[in-house]
């Protein structure tokens, strides 16, 4: 057993049937910043995402390819893997809801609730939309119409096995109140509240219409219902119930990042299915917002979409990573454009801190023969503002990450970076020089020098392909190494006499756009677009 604390993460798993979008690589990115930013703070992450894959949708796209549902769903999933790591994605684990593991899980998990009492048999009749696999009342359509995707659901009559949901309802809300922490943000934890103060019924956790899917326990011409099954995907991924030494090691699970979209599922049903299996429930499920693209919503049949690998072959990962949750507070919905993109590029990553990276570099090759100088006694009331700002850092940077605040941390990080632009200015070492204030310019350089180890290892999270490219520039002997907090956030650790390794430009100014040179692509979506 670590002697470490585990910190088990998940996303929402990918509905397999289409490729994933710019909203699946803002959670995925976001998440991966977490996961991360654990690591570097020495804790034992366990990291998952993976892929959706059992579905009429899924299956009636695979017929319409000519295919198997299993090939198509094994090319969907490589699909998903490629874009992920493309994107800097450092999952530990990438499950799939066709893998026996799981079926054996979601097997598992319907025996319990059958011994339980919670699973009875009638005749489900409703309305229910094909895109996001789920029943609707008339009360919750939107002028007749699905109220995530807009079409208009079809009624479905046939005899499925249901899940005593309503019986969970005082225990659910119970478990909310007294643990505020636990559905995150507080709008979606009212939402929840008054969801269940207005009545909950018993969900239907079976089909008999299609065949692509886990054979539900006890009756073979059932399967499992796609949400029933998907959600034990954070049990199953980390060894329930075939490893149970492992399971018990990380389960519970930290935090599910999921999209708001789906709270119901995670903060209703999801806790449901544990407390009728008796397993703990995991400790927080934070519904992010969701991202629009020009103020619209993201939507595959309104050519509304983005690839998020297009942004990275024109932009790089990093700066993608950065900008897409620099701009967003993550709690809230969100916006991108490619304008707003090279807007942010060259006025964060151009401007401030290539700037401040370029000019320090170039004045230490000028003055300091290209070697980190000692830390020489400076100027009290001008040079702690930096020294201080660092010491500071740490605290709120670690809260804000801890409450997935991620547009927050990186906000407090910029105020350093601009803080120090400014002190060049206030303390002009080129007119020290001039005046033969030698001690004077070591002690100014060796302070934004230090200023921009620090912004390297902080940035980690966000940008992991940028800090070993500044320590390298810094002169750092190992790079590549994860940086490790927060022993790595004090102030003064830059080993003076370490020769810089200047290189070019980290971020060269790029010029905006116009509408026909955009590289947006009008590719299909996955499950959050319709």
Known sequence: MSSQQQFYITTAITYANATPHIGHAY????????????????????????SDEHSANVEARAEALQTTPAEYCQHMADIFEKTWKALGVSY???????????????????????????????????????SCENYYMETD?????????????????????????????EALQRHIETHPEFIRPETRRNEVLNI?????????????SSRWG?????????????????????????????????????????????????????CLIWPAMLMSAKLPLPRQIFGHGFIYLKGEKISKTRGNVLDPLDMVKEYGVDPFRYVLLAANAFAGDGDFSEEGMVERYNSDLANDMGNLLNRTLTMVEKYCAGQVPALAAGDPAQDRVLADMAAALFPDFD??????????????????????????????PWAC?????????????????EVLRLVAVYLYPFMPFTTPRILEQLGDAQPQRV????????????????????????????????????????????????
């Open 27 to 50: 959670e995925e990115i976001a998440t991966d910043a977490l996961a991360r930013w654990k690591r570097m703070n020495g804790w034992d992450v366990q990291f998952v995402t993976g």
């Open 92 to 130: 530990d684990r990438f499950i799939r809801t066709s893998e026996p593991i799981h079926h054996a899980a979601a097997q598992e998990m319907v025996r319990r609730a059958q011994a339980n009492g919670d699973v009875y048999q009638g005749r489900y009749e409703g309305w229910y939309c094909n």
């Open 141 to 169: 359509l939107q002028q007749g119409l699905c109220p995530i995707h807009g079409i208009k659901p079809r009624w479905l009559a046939e005899q499925n096995y249901f899940f005593r949901l309503s019986a969970y309802a």
């Open 196 to 208: 269940i103060k207005s009545g909950l019924k018993d969900i239907s956790i079976s089909r008999a």
């Open 214 to 266: 886990i054979p539900f326990p006890g009756d073979e011409k059932s399967i499992i219902y796609v949400w029933f099954d998907a959600l034990i995907n954070y049990l199953s991924a980390v060894g329930f119930p075939w490893d149970l030494p492992r399971f018990e090691r990380y389960w519970p699970a930290a935090v599910h990042v999921i999209g708001k979209d789906i709270t119901r599922f995670h």
């Open 399 to 428: 809260q804000s990450m801890n409450q997935l605040n991620f547009s927050q941390a990186l906000a407090r990080l910029w105020d350093i970076i601009k803080r120090a632009n400014k002190y060049i200015e206030e303390s002009a």
């Open 433 to 449: 020089c001039k005046r033969q204030e030698m001690n004077r310019v070591h002690a100014i350089l060796y302070n934004l020098l």
């Open 483 to 530: 940086p490790i907090f927060p022993r790595e956030a004090a102030w003064g650790l830059l080993p003076a006499g370490q020769v810089i390794a200047k290189a070019g430009p980290l971020f060269p100014r790029r010029e905006k756009k116009t509408s026909a040179e955009s590289v947006d692509k009008k590719a299909a979506s996955g499950d959050a677009a319709d």
